[in-house]
């Protein structure tokens, strides 16, 4: 069984940054491919970045630029710093774990104008 659990959302205005963390555990966990969704309300969840066990990244063409995906192998764990934050940004963000398909619970970004 594999748990993805998402932290650092919160509140935050226009321009300002945040830093999510995407926390991965489980007897058959192993590390692949992670990446970040979010979905804003009356939205389809999109695809926001990724990232592989071999560092390789990709970017939605919106987050280019302002946001960057990392990871710490040792704590299993993906981060998303995320940059001149705008109120686009806001929703709910997702950790997936491509080899299992398994989603976190998701934390919530607002970002005030």
């Known amino acids: 069984q594999v748990q993805l659990v998402e932290s650092g959302g919160g509140l935050v205005q226009s321009g300002g940054s945040l830093r999510l963390a995407c926390a991965a555990s489980?007897?058959?966990?192993?590390?692949?491919?992670i990446g970040w969704y979010r979905q804003a309300p009356g939205n389809q969840r999109e695809f926001v970045a990724f990232?592989?066990?071999?560092?390789?990244?990709n970017y939605a063409d919106f987050v280019k630029g302002r946001f960057t995906i990392s990871t710490d192998s040792a704590k299993n764990t993906v981060y998303l710093q995320m940059n001149s934050l705008q109120p686009e940004d806001s929703g709910v963000y997702y950790c997936?774990?491509?080899?299992?398909?398994?989603w976190g619970q998701g934390t919530q970004v607002t970002v005030s104008s």
């Open positions: 997936k774990d491509y080899q299992t398909g398994h």
């Open positions: 489980g007897s058959t966990f192993k590390f692949t491919m």
């Open positions: 990232i592989t066990n071999l560092r390789s990244t």
